[in-house]
């Protein structure tokens, strides 16, 4: 799926990249967080602190100021190089506000539903229902998943790998990740808690082979998602740690 800027610049949320028909960006994926709620929310105020926490908090990640201003500012040079300027309003005291009087929605693949592995941080965010999202709840739905199967790490159906079975939980990992590690996970704090709450039909993914881009620690994402009847992948809960190996 992808968003279409003023009828020439495309931002495609699975890629994580912003382009016309000469020049492309490949976005870091707090701007891309940054970028995709701004225009959830075009033409209305975004608070800091809702921003912070939909771009950083929901995702495990430590919120900072800093951080928001360096992504605000990264949007607006992008923005000025595709001879978009002035939409990325501050508003003094409050926060920001991404004011295009030309955006469309496309949804891009349905690939994308059919491997959600990854959706909804612990403290889901709250979606603002605009005329961005005017088919409804749905269409809603499926946003929140397609972007966070990118932003977190699940790309490639194939690598995913069976682990073993506790209780209606199945737990899974990627097949570029150490099983000894996922075993210490699941063995301790966190992962033994998640494996506690069991009672009903989950799926669980386990995936530490990334690097967090601040720190260089290592950095844990799992994701428990529920199965309806059919098995089919319904929400999705992150969990994310960051620590040295």
């Not at 602190?49 to 900072?64: I, Y």
């Not at 397609?146 to 069976?162: H, Q």
Request: glycine share 4%; net charge neutral; charged share 25%.
């Amino acid at each position: 799926m992808h968003f279409i800027i003023n009828k020439k610049v495309s931002f495609k949320v699975a890629e994580r990249t912003i382009s016309d028909d000469k020049d492309q960006h490949l976005l870091s994926n707090p701007a891309c967080r940054l970028l995709l709620v701004l225009l959830e929310n075009n033409n209305k105020l975004m608070t800091r602190e809702d921003l912070l926490q939909k771009v950083w908090g929901d995702f495990g990640l430590t919120p900072s100021s800093n951080s928001l201003n360096n992504n605000v500012s990264i949007l607006r040079k992008i923005f000025s190089e595709f001879d978009i300027h002035d939409v990325l309003k501050t508003i003094p005291k409050q926060g920001f506000a991404l004011m295009l009087d030309d955006l469309q929605f496309n949804e891009k693949s349905r690939d994308y539903m059919v491997m959600q592995a990854i959706s909804q941080p612990d403290k889901e965010p709250g979606v603002n229902k605009s005329w961005l999202i005017g088919a409804g709840a749905t269409l809603v739905m499926i946003i929140a998943v397609v972007v966070a199967l990118y932003l977190n790490f699940f790309t490639k159906r194939e690598e995913v790998i069976f682990y073993k079975q506790v209780n209606a939980c199945k737990i899974y990992y990627f097949n570029n990740v150490n099983v000894d590690r996922v075993e210490r996970y699941f063995a301790e704090g966190k992962g033994e808690r998640l494996l506690q709450k069991c009672a009903t039909p989950h799926n669980i993914y386990y995936d530490d082979s990334k690097l967090h881009e601040k720190t260089d620690l290592l950095e844990i994402i799992v994701a428990k998602c529920t199965l309806d009847v059919k098995g089919a992948l319904g929400e999705c809960k992150n969990y994310i740690t960051t620590k040295g190996d």
